[in-house]
């Protein structure tokens, strides 16, 4: 966890005014490939929001000892809120601490952006604005709608949402296996030029996501995950992916998934029939040999 330390030490220090911006990430994706859109073809996703989360603090001058300054993204983005608003960043300490390693495809660099924008919203006491959000990131990098409690169809280099589904009644396991992944390392054109050669498949796969959500067909859901998961091998190959789809049959599971621009590799399972978590966490190690498995959604037996 990123800076946690320091964010203990502000929690902890004498009351102050405090003001908080927070933003969960994802679990990788349940789908991506390509999607018209006016005219032309785009990178789409379809979301699978997490409980992960990244959150910044700020607090006037004098409140407190120490902060953390923001990274990058997150400077820029308070930036662009200011020229987008009218209204000023205020000058204090800022801490930005978070749950969402790098590079691992869980959104942790858009986290720390809405994060910040929310902390800015709560400070200058304005209701929160998802177009404004949406705004900057499109201004700093491609992105998830991680503003969004639900799984949505979203365009990410046109930061536009086509379709928000219901959220499904699932458990996920996931791991993480090989190195970080840099997405401002893997460009819109890139992707597009990769999937061109399966589109069909993309296609087959998006339709049959879409009514398994809005259907609440699991097992539907689970397949068109498994393809997707197992399309994105032609661009960003993981040989945890094909160890994952190996076991999923035996261990129950409705399908694989996996973040098409990183290192997260997981199972979806039907939260009315929950696995043994034991069970799918000695497979995972001996087949792939990490050893942290993260779980989500409703309790695994």
């Given amino acids: 966890?990123?800076?946690?330390?320091?964010?203990?030490?502000?929690?902890?220090?004498?009351?102050?005014?405090?003001?908080?911006?927070?933003?969960?990430?994802?679990?990788?994706?349940?789908?991506?490939g390509?999607?018209?859109?006016?005219g032309e073809e785009r990178v789409g996703?379809?979301?699978?929001?997490?409980s992960r989360r990244s959150r910044v603090t700020f607090a006037p001058p004098g409140n407190h000892s120490s902060g953390i300054p923001l990274g990058w993204k997150?400077?820029?983005?308070?930036?662009?809120?200011?020229?987008?608003?009218?209204?000023?960043?205020?000058?204090?300490?800022w801490l930005c601490w978070s749950e969402l390693p790098e590079g691992r495809g869980m959104s942790s660099s858009s986290a720390d952006i809405v994060a910040t924008l929310r902390c800015l919203t709560d400070y200058h006491g304005l209701i929160?604005?998802?177009?404004?959000?949406?705004?900057?990131?499109?201004?700093?990098?491609?992105?998830?709608?991680?503003?969004?409690?639900?799984?949505r169809l979203y365009l990410t280099g046109?930061?536009?949402?086509?379709?928000?589904?219901?959220?499904?009644?699932?458990?996920?396991?996931?791991?993480?296996?090989?190195?970080?992944?840099?997405?401002?390392?893997?460009?819109?054109?890139?992707?597009?030029?990769?999937?061109?050669?399966?589109?069909?498949?993309?296609?087959?796969?998006l339709a049959m996501m879409a009514h398994g959500l809005n259907a609440g067909d699991l097992a539907m859901?689970?397949?068109?995950?498994?393809?997707?998961?197992?399309?994105?091998?032609?661009?960003?190959?993981?040989?945890?992916v094909g160890h994952a789809a190996a076991v999923a049959g035996e261990l129950g599971a409705l399908g694989i998934f996996r973040a098409h621009t990183g290192s997260l590799v997981g199972m979806l399972f039907d939260a009315d029939a929950p696995p043994n978590r034991l069970l799918v966490e000695e497979s995972i190690?001996?087949?792939v040999g990490v050893t942290t498995v993260h779980w989500e959604g409703l309790h695994a037996r």
């Fill in 158 to 205: 046109a930061h536009h949402t086509v379709t928000a589904f219901p959220t499904p009644a699932l458990i996920c396991c996931y791991f993480h296996h090989g190195h970080a992944v840099s997405t401002c390392g893997v460009t819109e054109k890139a992707l597009l030029t990769c999937y061109a050669a399966h589109r069909r498949r993309y296609q087959d796969s």
């Fill in 1 to 32: 966890m990123r800076n946690i330390d320091s964010l203990l030490s502000i929690l902890n220090d004498p009351p102050g005014v405090i003001f908080l911006g927070e933003c969960c990430g994802t679990i990788g994706e349940l789908w991506q």
């Fill in 74 to 93: 997150s400077r820029k983005a308070a930036e662009l809120f200011a020229e987008e608003t009218g209204l000023p960043v205020p000058r204090g300490q």
């Fill in 221 to 240: 859901i689970g397949e068109a995950t498994t393809a997707s998961a197992l399309l994105a091998q032609h661009h960003l190959p993981n040989p945890a």
């Fill in 45 to 50: 996703i379809v979301s699978y929001p997490g």
């Fill in 285 to 287: 190690t001996a087949r």
């Fill in 128 to 151: 929160e604005d998802t177009a404004l959000y949406e705004r900057v990131m499109s201004r700093i990098e491609r992105s998830d709608p991680i503003f969004a409690p639900t799984p």
């Fill in 34 to 38: 390509p999607v018209s859109y006016q």
